[in-house]
Structures are given as C-alpha cells and as structure tokens.
C-alpha cells in the first residue's frame, strides 16, 4: 500500500512518513503540489494522497480539483491536512473533491485511522471498477455471440428455404399432393425459425440499447390506413371486419416510421390469430395533448387477467389458442413494448376472457428538429433549405457570422449546418464563440464548405473532435444522412 | 427475356448450397448464370465478363461484398452495373455499409425467392423504361 504525501514544511512532513511507515506503508513524499501532481499521472502512481493545504505555486486544493478533474481511473482517495478549523473552509475542501480532512495540529492516531479508512475505499472502488470491467467484457461478449449465432443460423435457413421453395415451385420437377402438403409445412416452419431469429436479434439489440432510432416526419393517419389496407385481405380471409379510427386530416409526428409499423404489424397480427369468423377489429389513433394514443382492440378470445402481467415477459405464450397450429415466437409483445418505450411511451391491455383485448400504447410528441442554415449565399441556403424537406426539420437562416451566433443562442438549433467563409467572421470563429457559450456548447455543428478546411484547428477549437466536414458541390443524400445523424434524439 | 439475349447474372458466394440453389432459381427464369466462389475471383469476372447484373455475398473470403461492390462503383468500366448485396448478418448494419458503398439494392438472404426475383427484374429493366 503506497501513500504520497504532499508537505512544503519539513518537519511536518518527516512526522507523517515516519508515522506511515511505522504502519507499514510505502511512502512517496514531495514538497509542493506541483511535485504532487507530476507523482499522481504517473501510471503506477499511489490511490491515497495526504496534501497539505497551504503549498507555494500549486496548493493542496488545487491538486483536488486537478485530481477530479483530469484523473478518473484508478480512484485516488484524497486527504487535506489544513490548519483552518473554519468549517466552511473545510466545506470548500470537501466540494472540490477531496475525501477527508485533517486539521493541524493533528493526532497521529487519528491520522493514521483515517488512513485505513481511505485504504478500505481505495479497496472497495478497485473491486467496483474490476466488476464494471467485467461486466462491459461480458455484455461485449453476449452482444458479439448473439450476432454471430443468428448469423450462423441464417445461413443454413436460406439454404433449406431457397431449397424447400424451388421444390415447391416445380423449378425441378412436378410433385404430388402429399409431397406438396408436408413441403408446405416444412416451409412454415422453416418461416418460423427465421422469425424466431430476427426477433431474437431485436430483442437483444433491445436490450443493449443498441437499436437508434432514426426518427423522421412521418403522417401517422396515413400510415395506420396503409398498414389496415395490408392487412384488409387476411382479414375478410378470416371473416373479420377490420376498421379504423382516425382523426381528420394529417396526424404529423416524429417518429421512427419502421418501427411504428412494426408495433401496428405485430399488435394487429396478434389480434387477426386470435378473432374468430364474425369479429371485428378496431384500430384507433387519438391526440391528446402531449401524447398520441394508439389501440388495437378485438373481439377475440381475450387474455385472462392473472396473464396480463406476464404478457411482455420473453417466450411467454398464454394458452390463447387459435386453432391453426401458427405459432408465435413468443418474442414479438417484449419488442413492441421495448419500441414503444423507445418512443418515449406506454403500452398496456385491457382484457376479459371470452369478450376480447384492447392493446393501447401512447408516444411521446417530441419537437420537430429545428436545423440552422448559415452561408452568405442565398442559393446554398436554398438548396439546403431544398434538401432537407421543410417538412421534417424547422429551418432558420443565417447569412452571416455574427447573425448565426446571435440566432443559435435565441433558437438553440438542433444542429446547425455552417459556411466556412462568412463575410463579417469566419466560420472558426463562430464555432470559437458557441463553443465558450455554454448555451450554445452542445449544438452539433455540420461544416458545408466549398473551400478546403483546416481539421486541425477545429480540432483545437475545445471539444470539436467530432465536426464532420462535407465539401460542395452538396451530395443530397450524403448531406441528409449526417444530418438525420445528428440530430437524432 | 421475350426470346432476346438472356441476361447474364453474376453470382459471387462461398456457400456451395446457396449457390447451387440461387443458380437453379435464376436458370428456372431463364437467366444465364456466371459464378465465383471468393471476392477477387468475383471482381475479376465483373470485369472480364461484364455481366448484366452482380449477386454478391457479403462475408467471402479473400475480398468482402462490400469492398467488391465499392471497387465496381469507382470503375468507370463497371460502374453501370447493377449490384445486389444479400446477407445474413445483423441486417441494419449491412444494409447502411451497402447504401454507402453504392449498392443498387440490399437483401437479406431468408427473404422469400419471389422479392429477390422482383428486385432483380426492376433492376435489370429499369433503363429501358427510362
């Protein structure tokens, strides 16, 4: 156990050492906290520090905010030694991020205690920061096995689908009736593994946060009529009676458009399994003020309430039996409700046995992004402005530096698409002054520029790493890309 | 087809089973069929036999889909012919690196023969409607 003592008076300093080793700890002692510092960034440098307050040049609560600041791992435990018994000066101390407090003249007992104290939270942070290690490695792993699993899996099912339909499809031969009839059913099922392993993909991809949602301006009336029109067909198939209501007009919202239709497609699929001839299903959108309500309701054969908890828990499958021997995955509820949450809302059913199931679900109305166009030329501006579909993002304009700044700190953009030559103050400038404005600090910042850009500074410009650079003339789709890119939510 | 030159299709993949049955498929419709079983052998046969549309793989040895299709789009010999990318890896993924690298369309391998057929004719046509 190595400690490191910080102590520009000599004498005090020889008592701690002597005190600490007499302990049986490895002493590193310095005299001023700048020496202190230099010893903390070494690479094997000690997790407990003894720092004097008052110290010429840098004193011991500058190295506290140093350590914090610039110093996350391995934890450091930090103890000032302060001759202030002023318990608000203390206060400082602690806030800027030291552990514990000593206060000259001080008890080595005493010190020495608080010693073991910080050894046993040095101890305790090791083990958390091995265990969250380990934890990353394990989710790393189980993420990578799952992909390559299903990947592996996917392979052989196209070989035995591409097979089983060439059969079906008489590409090598005729059949008969018999041969047909089990085909059919080796292909359903074959069409069941494959669902199994997308879904078992989704639900992990689910779970590790790793699905992003690329939101769009989407006309949820219009698509909801577009999914029931799909679904029309299987429907009176079935002698089922499938309508919608919708409210007048245009419903726009923001919204991952693929995964809206796959909650619908999965609710209404679920409802058409399990509605028997002469049913009807209901499909509802309602706005209310900050939500949209959606419900998927049939007249089928319903949930008992002591299943309704389980019903978005993985591979269940409530004994509601619908006569075809089609079975589910058991995986499509515990997606729908994860997307569901994705967009920021609930999803719940209202049920009774033998009379039919209601699933409802709300999404959050988020705002329309609003993207900041800044270049001197109005035809750039328009072409972007053109680009970007005035539909799907609120655009503002700036056509010069000055009025770009003065714009992002009134609008706080969600992005902001910038010129490099400005005619009143060149494009690092204005990222220079966003950039120190802390309201301004965390607007994206996509670079537009015909003329060739110096990487470097923006990079030096603080904390612009991340700046992508596109070049005129404007590629549409690279350009709408980066932008659906950063401003997503 | 109408009884005119059969479309040429380039198929590149290392599965010897899906080959076979992608073969049979495209043959069934009347289509000529040209095939590689690895990336270079299959961005050497786009440009010796300049075929009239590529069926790739991605995950193939000595040379990925993805990189063969890049390399065809930046051949200005090439470049008009359309690619198809088919995989059965973590699909969202592929298909954004085949959008980016210019693939003319991206199919995962379990989708129903009758989807990829249609792609392939909206492909091979689409020049003549224009």
């Given at each position: 156990m190595r400690i490191l003592i910080a102590e520009d008076d000599r004498i005090t300093r020889q008592l701690l050492e002597k005190a600490l080793v007499k302990r049986g700890y490895e002493v590193v002692v310095t005299c001023d906290g700048n020496e202190a510092w230099d010893v903390l960034q070494?690479?094997?440098?000690?997790?407990l520090a003894i720092l004097d307050?008052?110290?010429?040049?840098?004193?011991g609560v500058e190295v506290c905010t140093k350590v914090r600041a610039e110093k996350k791992e391995p934890y450091t435990y930090l103890i000032l030694l302060t001759a202030k018994g002023n318990k608000e000066d203390i206060a400082v101390g602690l806030d800027t991020g030291a552990n514990d407090y000593v206060t000259k003249p001080f008890n080595l007992r005493e010190l020495q205690a608080r010693v073991k104290v910080g050894m046993r939270m040095v101890d305790l942070q090791n083990s958390l920061a091995d265990h969250v290690k380990k934890l990353q490695e394990l989710d790393r792993l189980k993420s990578d096995f799952i992909s390559i699993v299903s990947h592996e899996l996917r392979t052989p099912i196209a070989v035995m689908k591409g097979g089983v339909s060439l059969i079906l499809d008489g590409v090598v031969g005729e059949i008969t009736e018999n041969q047909r009839d089990l085909l059919t059913d080796t292909m359903d099922n074959i069409d069941r593994l494959t669902r199994l392993v997308t879904g078992l993909l989704d639900v992990s991809k689910i779970e590790a946060g790793k699905i992003n949602l690329r939101r769009r301006s989407t006309d949820l009336c219009a698509m909801v009529e577009n999914i029931a029109n799909h679904f029309d067909c299987e429907a009176r198939d079935k002698g089922i009676q499938l309508r919608t209501e919708l409210p007048d007009g245009v419903l726009k919202l923001f919204v991952d458009d693929d995964k809206i239709n796959q909650i619908f497609n999965n609710l209404i699929s679920n409802a058409i399994r399990f509605t028997r001839s002469g049913g009807e299903i209901v499909i509802c959108v309602e706005e209310k003020e900050d939500n949209v309500e959606c419900s998927v309701s049939d007249t089928g054969v319903g949930i008992a309430e002591k299943n309704i908890p389980k019903l978005f828990n993985k591979f269940v499958q409530i004994g509601r039996v619908d006569g075809s021997g089609y079975k589910g995955t058991g995986l499509g509820l515990v997606i729908v409700k994860g997307l569901v949450e994705m967009h920021g809302g609930k999803i719940w059913v209202e049920s009774e046995l033998g009379k039919g199931s209601t699933f409802r679900f709300t999404l959050k109305k988020v705002p329309f992004p609003s993207v900041l166009v800044v270049d001197d030329e109005k035809k750039i501006v328009d072409i972007v402005k053109r680009f970007l579909s005035v539909d799907d993002y609120l655009l503002l304009e700036a056509y010069g530096g000055i009025e770009a700044v003065k714009k992002a700190k009134m609008?706080?953009?969600?992005?902001i698409v910038l010129d490099?030559?400005?005619?009143?103050?060149?494009g690092y400038e204005v990222i220079e002054q966003l950039k120190r404005d802390e309201n301004t600090n965390d607007i994206p910042i996509l670079i537009l520029s015909g003329a060739k850009v110096d990487k470097e500074r923006i990079v030096q410009l603080n904390d612009c790493i991340n700046i992508p650079i596109l070049g005129k003339p404007i590629h549409p789709e690279e350009l709408l890309n980066n932008v659906q890119e950063m401003v997503n939510y | 087809m109408n009884g005119s030159i059969p479309k040429r299709i380039l198929i590149i993949e290392d599965n010897e089973a899906f080959l076979k049955i992608l073969k049979m498929r495209l043959e069934s419709r009347g289509y000529e069929t040209i095939l590689a079983r690895d990336g270079l052998e299959g961005l050497n046969a786009v440009r010796k036999e300049k075929p009239d549309l590529v069926i790739s793989d991605i995950m193939l040895p000595t040379m990925d889909g993805h990189k063969i299709c890049r390399l065809i789009k930046l051949d200005r010999n090439i470049r008009h012919i359309p690619v198809i990318m088919l995989s059965s890896r973590d699909l969202d993924k592929d298909a954004e690196i085949a959008k980016k690298g210019g693939a003319d369309a991206f199919i995962g391998k379990t989708i129903r023969a009758e989807v990829i057929m249609d792609v392939i004719t909206k492909l091979l046509y689409k020049d003549q409607r224009a």
């Open positions: 070494c690479p094997d440098a000690p997790q307050w008052m110290m010429p040049d840098m004193d609008a706080h953009p969600s992005l490099m030559l400005l005619p009143d103050m060149d | -």
